[in-house]
């Protein structure tokens, strides 16, 4: 089955204490992005890529990194999460990032930063 | 620069009458358009998208959305509202001429609740 997969999906953290998001994808789709969702102000790009090595902020990358070693995987890193990183984050791909491209998401992981 | 408004962040309809959820855009060139729609607890799905072919679009579950460039408008419509269709919609635009490869941009999303 085409899918994206994201673990954790559920996770509780404290300030400061580094975590990895990880974000899969099996139809070896190109372009792979990274969104957080946030009540009334709808889904907001962090990251994306397009193809293995290649990375480029999105609107809001503070305090957030990535890295594209595999096709497959796009893992979200928070080296010092804050609270105000509490959010419902989003994993995304599609064929090759085109205008028309539609996009497939994985089923959300929710962080809570005490 | 590109941008989205979703003109209502409610809409509250009966089961069996029409659905209306409205969407603005802002964009330098002619862009794509996309309605997705998410579920409770759940990811987002494609519902319909729009890529400068024709400017009705119709999409899963009887929605449609048509492209109106004068107006600026990429309104989502369905005859007759179905319990099934309460969840959060989101109208996305896509422009990647210029500087906005790859990057999507999401209105606020507009959360629709179907009473019996």
């Known amino acids: 089955e085409a899918q994206v997969t994201q673990n954790p999906r559920y996770l509780i953290t404290v300030t400061g204490k580094k975590l990895t998001v990880t974000c899969s994808q099996n139809?070896?789709?190109?372009?792979m992005s990274w969104y957080r969702q946030d009540p009334g102000l709808g889904l907001r790009q962090i990251y994306y890529?397009?193809?293995?090595?290649?990375?480029d902020k999105g609107d809001v990358p503070e305090g957030y990194k990535v890295s594209r070693k595999e096709k497959r995987n796009f893992p979200l890193i928070l080296e010092s999460p804050s609270p105000n990183q509490t959010s419902l984050y989003f994993c995304?791909?599609?064929?090759?990032?085109?205008?028309?491209?539609?996009?497939?998401f994985g089923p959300g992981t929710r962080l809570t930063v005490l | 620069a590109q941008s989205v408004t979703q003109l209502d962040s409610h809409v509250s309809v009966s089961e069996g009458t029409p659905v209306l959820l409205r969407c603005n855009y802002s964009?330098?060139?002619?862009?794509?358009l996309f309605w997705y729609v998410q579920h409770p607890n759940k990811g987002l799905q494609l519902l319909l998208k729009?890529?400068?072919?024709?400017?009705l679009v119709k999409g899963i579950n009887g929605f449609e959305a048509e492209f109106k460039k004068s107006e600026t408008s990429f309104h989502l419509t369905k005859p007759s509202a179905h319990m099934s269709d309460a969840a959060e919609y989101f109208c996305?635009?896509?422009?990647?001429?210029?500087?906005?490869?790859?990057?999507?941009?999401f209105g606020q999303g507009t959360i629709l609740t179907v009473h019996p």
């Open positions: 995304a791909s599609s064929f090759d990032g085109g205008e028309t491209d539609t996009q497939y």
């Open positions: 139809m070896n789709h190109e372009y």
């Open positions: 890529s397009m193809n293995v090595e290649v990375t």
């Open positions: 964009s330098s060139y002619s862009p794509s």
């Open positions: 729009y890529t400068s072919a024709a400017t």
């Open positions: 996305v635009v896509s422009d990647f001429r210029g500087t906005s490869y790859g990057k999507l941009t």
